[in-house]
């Protein structure tokens, strides 16, 4: 049975499996060790460009919050460290695992769009939780071969509507 911690896709879908290992994987491991050289050869920077849905689903209130890559890794170091000061009852890795669902990836051609969900939280010391309730929509692009990130709609409600 598989965990988690598991690639759903197996080795017989390529594809899939690689952008699972991306936005998964390497993603909470990257963010936990706050350390961006672990993704940023993930992001293809001349195709870049990030959407901020500011937990609306009314799409009138999304803003192009990360219109280069340079941007949102400012935004996502800043993240990572404020998590990193935090202190935690429960394991971030197995709880931020826990709470990430990714299985729909559309791919046609050379392009993909991935649903990366977050629905969970965090006990911290104290007993209060980081709530992780929100969802991410990618659009990745198969580079030289190798699925790379063009773009996001993030930071949106889970569910919407």
Same mark, same amino acid.
């Given at each position: 049975?598989?965990?988690?911690? !598991?690639?759903?896709?197996?080795?017989?879908?390529?594809?899939?499996?690689?952008?699972?290992?991306?936005?998964?994987?390497?993603?909470?491991?990257?963010?936990?060790?706050?350390?961006?050289?672990?993704?940023?050869?993930?992001?293809?920077?001349?195709?870049?460009?990030?959407? /901020?849905?500011?937990?609306?689903?009314?799409?009138?209130?999304?803003?192009?919050?990360?219109?280069?890559?340079?941007?949102?890794?400012?935004?996502?170091?800043?993240?990572?460290?404020?998590?990193?000061?935090?202190?935690?009852?429960?394991?971030?890795?197995?709880?931020?695992?826990?709470? !990430?669902?990714?299985?729909?990836?559309?791919?046609?051609?050379?392009?993909?769009?991935?649903?990366?969900?977050?629905?969970? /939280?965090? !006990?911290?010391?104290?007993?209060?939780?980081?709530?992780?309730?929100?969802? !991410?929509?990618?659009?990745? /692009?198969?580079?030289?071969?190798?699925?790379?990130?063009?773009?996001?709609?993030?930071?949106?409600?889970?569910?919407?509507?």
């Amino acid at each position: 049975m598989p965990s988690q911690f !598991t690639n759903p896709f197996p080795n017989s879908d390529p594809d899939r499996s690689a952008i699972w290992e991306m936005l998964v994987e390497r993603d909470i491991t990257a963010f936990l060790a706050a350390d961006w050289s672990m993704v940023e050869n993930d992001f293809a920077p001349d195709r870049f460009m990030g959407v /901020h849905g500011h937990n609306n689903a009314n799409p009138d209130h999304w803003r192009l919050a990360f219109p280069s890559l340079d941007e949102y890794r400012d935004e996502w170091l800043r993240q990572a460290q404020e998590f990193q000061k935090e202190s935690y009852q429960d394991d971030p890795r197995t709880a931020i695992f826990s709470a !990430t669902v990714l299985r729909d990836i559309e791919i046609n051609g050379d392009r993909a769009i991935v649903h990366k969900k977050f629905g969970g /939280h965090i !006990t911290k010391t104290d007993g209060s939780k980081d709530i992780l309730n929100w969802q !991410t929509v990618y659009y990745c /692009h198969r580079i030289g071969g190798t699925w790379k990130i063009a773009g996001f709609n993030g930071y949106l409600p889970n569910p919407m509507g």
